[in-house]
């Protein structure tokens, strides 16, 4: 029995919404989620792979059926039925793409809104605040009056002109990341932050263009040498998790890999208070150690590459006056 | 039918030529556009060599194979040459090689300016190449941001402008050629209305590389004068602005994906409607969308830098931006869907590449629009995701336009047919080397692996062995090809002058054609592409029947 073109098409209309709504939940390309805003982008994503499965199924459909179809049977030499366009069509496939696109641009913006994108204090362009520095030379004073404004994602709307729970200064150089807290002085190779409160990194970068990506909580933003950036998030989920520099700042690139540690608010009280002891013993890490201990970390990672440890010694040399410094003071002066 | 006693032919005719011609400064387009094809050809094997070597070092997350010191020298020699090198010489390739034909005129409107903008390629070409030879590779990627470009090797640096600068104004010389030929060059009864699309998408390319290309230089020069003379216009240790480079760098390489895809868009609108003996469906919104790319394509450069130095309104402006242009390619991707709709398809090798290019476009096309969401793109910008995305339009999109371009215009540039079984074979390796190559860079790029890094998270090995096996299933496809090429050009069975029973002019005049292309002026007695069209004066004859009796006259 052959079934009419409408019914068919009606089946398999069907059929293409019912696998398309499925897969664009199921996928399962996305890593965790462990912040405030990474939900907030998978369901954009899973709504947009929705879409994305629909018209690949139809589009590509219409292709695999036409090849199958349509072919031309061997000793028929004469042409197909001369259609040369149909208005109507044309406009109904003009209009399709068209609702879709403002459709995902007016959800992309709320959920770029949500997650703190239009903060007027992260979403200006000063431009270039200051001149960056370079290892060996002087340092550049911040101009007046220029510092409150930075690139990035800044404070949700409902955070908007709340000071962060959390600061985090962070400076990106080849090829490491150094966390420091600015209000107990802390420097640290790693990033830790407790869950559920509101955290605010400060990003500079010293020679080249890094990024700062952490893939569970779906945020990125470039470090650029002479302006600041920041990003503002919520980490929500307890755990450990990679930061990765995601720009090309040089031959080590790949390796510029550190870890956010989220910890529960006590475990991260806890944390702060031996790093501060720490400190005060003189244990504490300077700048200088944790540069040195992932010279030593690249060291390692390169002794199998036979790369002299002199070539690598000269990827990068401190700033001079800095090796002491803590990042804070640091962040004062570039 | 009327039976002639034809000698039977064992050659082509062979225009007044001598193989030297191909080595020198010619001023005939057809011998420049096949200068362009086989140099661009050589640069794609290069680069796809180059490929391949970082596959192979990508197959273990330990920099092992090239080393890092040298991963990054390759990574940005690839780049360069996959797009300076390859997709857009040989964009203009086709251009110089039908444009003239395909609108019946004798040559291109500056024959002496079209030989002088080839010859800019081979030195650019071999300027990238010596900074390999020198062991002084750029390293800082094709993009060249300042400040990693600025102090990560002056010499190697410096070539790589040199070079880019070479090329780009080549494709300007060519531009300006291929506006003044569409316009003056047309035979008296052709409107543009009239042209086959392949010139409307390279009217839209070539106003779009006058328009951009130019910024592309003013940065690389004033990139030049921090690198050498001590400036600060990108350089922030001296108060420059490295975001600034970015924008005149992407106000040109944004459009040059257009620059890229646009000419194979037009490659595409004419193989289709051939292959499948209906008229392309939609002309004039096919004819308009181009023309609409190239105005959105200037439009939207900054959404390459979401996660840069990019305000947030300004991101909002540039994510609606890019968004609109998923308009214009969706009427040409339904468009051609419609074309095959209904058709009595030709499944030949020009035809299995232009279907193949359609669906592996449409997957470039659907990430496309994802990464045009600000808060999708802060996710997946500069990871493979984007690696997926961009390979998915330049490689299944372009490179797949460009062999169905190959296979279906041979016969007319050399006289012989192709071996269809062999071209089968290599549309076949093609097609699963491709997407098993590409395809699971989407799912590495959102779990969390960056772009242009030697080494990474073990945990990604299996995903990246499955993208290596791809990739060498891709390098050895390229082989079927080589060989039925180099064979078909001296052995293959001879074509004729139509062997696709196509409408379009240049399959009205010898393959190869003649030096000034037509033995008299042609005449346009049919639109490019009435396949099936009744003639009330021809006794309801469709075009292609009357074609078919006036070449068994011959």
Not at chain 1, 71 to 88: A, F, H, S, V, Y
Not at chain 2, 181 to 192: D, G, N, V, W, Y
Not at chain 2, 411 to 422: I, L
């Amino acid at each position: 029995m052959k079934l009419p073109t409408s019914i068919t098409t009606l089946i398999a209309g069907i059929l293409v919404t019912l696998i398309s709504l499925w897969y664009g939940q199921h996928h399962g390309w996305m890593p965790e989620a462990a912040s405030r805003e990474a939900p907030l982008v998978d369901d954009l994503f899973n709504m947009m792979m929705t879409i994305a499965t629909a018209l690949f199924l139809l589009i590509q459909g219409a292709l695999v059926i036409a090849i199958f179809r349509f072919r031309q049977k061997p000793g028929d030499n004469t042409d197909g039925p001369p259609l040369e366009g149909d208005i109507g069509l044309e406009i109904v496939w003009t209009a399709i793409p068209v609702v879709i696109v403002m459709v995902l641009s007016i959800y992309s913006f709320e959920v770029y809104n949500e997650m703190g994108g239009l903060d007027p204090a992260a979403s200006r362009d000063p431009g270039p605040q200051k001149t960056a520095v370079v290892p060996g030379t002087a340092m550049a004073a911040t101009l007046p009056g220029q510092d409150k404004i930075a690139l990035g994602v800044g404070a949700s709307p409902k955070q908007q002109g709340n000071n962060a729970m959390v600061n985090v200064d962070v400076l990106g150089l080849q090829y490491a990341w150094i966390f420091t807290y600015p209000d107990s002085g802390v420097v640290s190779g790693e990033l830790h932050v407790p869950a559920g409160q509101d955290v605010k990194l400060n990003i500079v970068a010293q020679d080249v263009i890094h990024a700062v990506w952490i893939p569970q909580f779906r945020l990125k933003q470039d470090a650029i040498p002479g302006r600041d950036t920041q990003l503002r998030f919520k980490p929500e989920v307890t755990g450990t998790y990679p930061l990765i520099c995601a720009e090309l700042c040089g031959a080590y690139h790949g390796a510029m890999r550190t870890q956010v540690i989220v910890h529960t608010p006590d475990e991260y009280d806890e944390w702060l208070q031996s790093q501060i002891a720490a400190k005060e013993h003189g244990d504490g890490l300077t700048v200088a150690q944790i540069m040195a201990n992932n010279d030593n970390r690249l060291a390692r990672q390169t002794e199998d590459w036979n790369i002299s440890p002199e070539a690598i010694a000269a990827l990068h040399e401190m700033p001079q006056g800095m090796p002491q410094g803590t990042l804070h003071e640091m962040h004062q002066h570039l | 039918m009327t039976s002639t006693s034809v000698e039977p032919k064992t050659s082509p005719p062979e225009p007044e030529r001598h193989w030297k011609d191909f080595f020198g400064f010619s001023t005939d387009h057809k011998v420049i556009g096949i200068q362009y094809f086989v140099t661009s050809f050589f640069f794609y094997l290069l680069a796809g060599l180059m490929a391949t070597g970082m596959r192979i070092e990508l197959a273990t997350p330990d920099p092992d194979f090239l080393g890092a010191e040298n991963y990054n020298g390759v990574l940005t020699l690839h780049g360069t040459m996959m797009i300076f090198l390859w997709i857009v010489p040989t964009g203009a390739a086709f251009a110089n090689y039908l444009i003239p034909l395909m609108i019946g005129a004798k040559d291109m409107a500056f024959p002496v300016l079209n030989g002088l903008a080839f010859w800019l390629v081979p030195p650019g070409g071999v300027l990238l190449l010596t900074s390999l030879v020198i062991d002084q590779p750029p390293v800082a990627g094709w993009t060249s941001y300042p400040p990693l470009s600025l102090i990560s090797g002056e010499v190697g640096e410096m070539m790589w402008i040199l070079s880019v600068l070479l090329l780009g104004t080549s494709s300007i010389l060519g531009g300006i050629n291929f506006v003044t030929t569409i316009f003056k060059m047309r035979i008296k009864e052709m409107s543009l209305y009239d042209m086959p699309l392949f010139c409307w998408s390279m009217l839209a390319t070539s106003l779009l590389i006058l328009v951009s290309t130019p910024v592309l230089a003013g940065a690389l020069i004033l990139l030049s004068f921090d690198l050498i003379a001590g400036t600060a216009f990108f350089n922030p240790t001296g108060g420059g602005d490295p975001i600034v480079y970015q924008h005149m760098f992407w106000f040109y390489s944004h459009p040059a994906v257009y620059i890229m895809i646009l000419p194979v868009f037009g490659l595409i609108s004419d193989i289709l409607p051939v292959h499948s003996r209906k008229p392309i469906f939609g002309y004039k919104a096919i004819a308009y969308s181009s023309i609409a790319i190239a105005f959105l394509g200037n439009i939207v450069w900054a959404h390459h830098m979401f996660t840069s130095g990019t305000p947030g309104w300004l991101r909002v402006f540039f994510m609606a931006a890019t968004m609109i242009i998923a308009v214009p390619t969706g009427i040409k991707v339904f468009s051609w869907v419609a074309t095959v709709w209904g058709g009595k398809l030709r499944l030949n090798s020009a035809m299995l590449f232009a279907i193949g290019f359609v669906s592996m476009f449409l997957i470039g096309g659907l990430s496309g629009v994802m990464v045009a969401s600000v808060p999708f793109d802060i996710h997946v910008h500069d990871t493979y995701f984007i690696v997926a995305h961009f390979h998915y339009v330049l490689f299944g999109g372009s490179v797949f336009g460009i062999f169905a371009g190959i296979y279906h215009w041979f016969p007319k540039m050399v006289g012989r047919m192709m071996n269809e079984t062999w071209g089968k074979v290599h549309f076949v390796l093609t097609f699963i080397g491709f997407n098993l190559a590409f395809f699971p860079m989407h799912i590495l790029g959102l779990q969390g692996m960056p772009r242009r890094v030697v080494q990474y998270d073990p945990a990604f090995t299996t995903l990246n062995q499955v993208c290596t096996v791809g990739s060498l299933i891709l390098a050895v496809s390229t082989l079927p090809f080589l060989v039925n090429a180099a064979w078909s050009w001296f052995k293959g069975p001879i074509a004729g002058a139509n062997p696709w029973n196509a409408l379009t002019l240049e399959w009205q005049t010898s393959s190869p054609p003649i030096i000034e292309n037509f033995e008299e002026e042609p005449v346009l007695w049919s639109g490019p592409y009435d396949y099936g069209v009744d003639r009330e004066q021809d006794d309801d004859k469709s075009v292609s029947e009357l074609l078919a009796e006036v070449k068994a006259q011959m």
